[in-house]
T-cell receptor, first 115, second 120 residues
Framework: LAKTTQPISMDSYEGQEVNITCSHN???????ITWYQQFPSQGPRFIIQ???TKVTNEVASLFIPADRKSSTLSLPRVSLSDTAVYYC????????????????FGTGTRLQVTL | DTGVSQNPRHKITKRGQNVTFRCDPI?????LYWYRQTLGQGPEFLTY????????KSRLLSDRFSAERPKGSFSTLEIQRTEQGDSAMYLC??????????????????FGEGSRLTVL
């Protein structure tokens, strides 16, 4: 299983760009990198997924270097409502392989945004 | 709202009692997952269904835990003889199967808001 390492917590001011890096040194060839966001007392919500280089959607960007041993979630101009826990997951996503047990969440990064 | 629905949202019970949680997935999704989340930790996988077939079970799913999805639609998670260590948020998620009429497959799991269990 590809183990991931993320910072336990990060602080930011509203309006700043936030970059959360995830290390996954033993990522496998078939593995994708997926990020989820979780607010208190709610289930996680999918943010973005990528395999290599850069992926961008309306919420975030995901940067993946050529060796794929790390990835960076970039949140542009965060607001107070972005205060949440962010999880980096590495694996072959369940909807592709059905191997749900191999996709683990870890402890995530707690992002606190203040004025 | 056509998202994943979980009931009850909160359950307080005494040790030794049985509890049952229900999950109604997004209607067109034939894959359903159960996770458990304790305070300060990420969700931990418990079990996974494709239609009515239970395809994977975690070692976390002790003999006191049983999950069913009898008609391939809603699912129930029952915990028998609850212990204080069972106190957690129980999360359900669903996803479509590749080729199930979805245009793109991002690998996204759609989670419900969870059922919080407190065992006294």
């Amino acid at each position: 299983l590809a183990k991931t390492t993320q910072p336990i917590s990060m602080d930011s001011y509203e309006g700043q760009e936030v970059n959360i890096t995830c290390s996954h040194n033993n990522i496998a060839t078939n593995d994708y990198i997926t990020w989820y966001q979780q607010f208190p007392s709610q289930g996680p919500r999918f943010i973005i997924q990528g395999y290599k280089t850069k992926v961008t959607n309306e919420v975030a960007s995901l940067f993946i270097p050529a060796d794929r041993k790390s990835s960076t979630l970039s949140l542009p101009r965060v607001s107070l409502s972005d205060t949440a826990v962010y999880y980096c997951l590495v694996g072959d996503p369940p909807p592709r392989t059905g191997t749900a047990s191999k996709l683990t969440f870890g402890t995530g990064t707690r992002l606190q945004v203040t004025l | 709202d056509t998202g994943v629905s979980q009931n009850p949202r909160h359950k307080i019970t005494k040790r030794g009692q049985n509890v049952t949680f229900r999950c109604d997935p997004i209607s067109e999704h034939n894959r359903l997952y159960w996770y458990r989340q304790t305070l300060g930790q990420g969700p931990e996988f418990l079990t996974y269904f494709q239609n009515e077939a239970q395809l994977e079970k975690s070692r976390l799913l002790s003999d006191r835990f049983s999950a069913e999805r009898p008609k391939g639609s809603f699912s129930t998670l029952e915990i028998q003889r609850t212990e204080q260590g069972d106190s957690a948020m129980y999360l359900c998620a669903s996803s479509p199967t590749p080729g199930q009429g979805v245009k793109t497959n991002t690998g996204e799991l759609f989670f419900g808001e969870g059922s919080r269990l407190t065992v006294l």
